[in-house]
């Protein structure tokens, strides 16, 4: 398997723009998760799914964000509009239930 | 609430020393522990995880941890490390399929 994918790898966009992050899970892995990683406030949980279904997604800072899971296969993290303070790598987990989270390797958003 | 603290936030420590990085949860019943590295510029990758059974768990590279339930606590253990070891480490404890991450522990090993 060739492992959690996530695109783009790096974005780089003015404020105000509307960023959508992807992300492919291991096959057969039935949870998904977001998060964010920055130096100041670490590694965040913003949400996750469950059969594609979203379980909990109060990690989500504010409206501005947004995440879709429309199929076993594919999810999306939306922001719009973009701020600098979203800068920040932004990390897909997916799992089978009880087992250890797999990562994509990021994608790192810069925010000007 | 659900939460776990990791007792150091920057280890610095020279090569062959021994490590031991604290780790405790307030959940009740039933955890998961794992403990995830992320080497400079790469994304989280699996150490070691207890599920049952012997709460001493060996993961890669030489870590261990041990699990004890009445501490509540999941501390990782390596006796000599080396200089490829400098990476962040990362507590989580898993109960009803939700990993709660730790803040963190940023380990620099001198040369």
């Known amino acids: 398997d060739a492992g959690v994918i996530q695109s783009p790898r790096h974005e780089v966009t003015e404020m105000g723009q509307e960023v959508t992050l992807r992300c492919k899970p291991i096959?057969?892995?039935?949870?998904l998760f977001w998060y964010r990683q920055t130096m100041m406030r670490g590694l965040e949980l913003l949400i996750y799914?469950?059969?594609?279904?979203?379980?909990?997604d109060s990690g989500m800072p504010e409206d501005r964000f947004s995440a879709k899971m429309p199929n076993a296969s594919f999810s999306t993290l939306k922001i719009q509009p973009s701020e600098p303070r979203d800068s920040a790598v932004y990390f897909c987990?997916?799992?089978?239930?009880?087992?250890?989270?797999?990562f994509g390797p990021g994608t790192r958003l810069t925010v000007t | 609430a659900q939460s776990v603290s990791q007792h150091n936030h920057h280890v610095i420590l020279s090569e062959a020393a021994s490590l031991e990085l604290g780790c405790n949860y307030s959940?009740?019943?039933?955890?998961?522990l794992f403990w995830y590295v992320q080497y400079p510029g790469q994304h989280l990758q699996l150490l070691l995880k207890y599920f049952s059974g012997d709460p001493l768990v060996k993961g890669i590279k030489g870590f261990e941890a041990e699990f004890i339930k009445s501490k509540f606590s999941f501390n990782l253990r390596k006796p000599s490390v080396q200089w490829s070891d400098t990476a962040e480490y990362f507590c989580a404890p898993d109960r009803d399929d939700k990993i709660i991450f730790g803040k963190g522990t940023r380990l620099h090993i001198l040369p």
């Open positions: 987990a997916s799992t089978q239930s009880g087992y250890e989270q797999y």
């Open positions: 096959s057969g892995h039935d949870y």
């Open positions: 959940y009740g019943g039933t955890v998961n």
């Open positions: 799914f469950n059969n594609n279904v979203p379980i909990d």
